[in-house]
């Protein structure tokens, strides 16, 4: 468990900035997103998107033969029930 929030966020965003550059989300990681993620690394995926965004990852398709799964992350804005959101404001 990762209890020092640096190195939690040091450990933690690259797994976030491969789910947001599939996405096309990284210009800004407060919106909606969906990845593609093995299957077997669920748990340090899921972790990150509760770390950063306060949402957690939601499986939409099941495993594929390469062992990868659909995921979506709803997000910081619908997180916090912020109407940040610069779209949907």
Known sequence: MLTNSRLAREYLLPY???MLDQSGSNEDWKREFTA???EDKFE???TAAIFFTGAPLEVKFG???NGDI???CKGYYEAVDAN???ISA
């Open 84 to 86: 940040d959101d610069p």
């Open 16 to 18: 976030l900035d491969e």
């Open 36 to 38: 593609t993620i093995p």
């Open 44 to 46: 340090v995926y899921n």
């Open 63 to 65: 495993v594929y033969r």
């Open 70 to 72: 659909i995921v979506q």
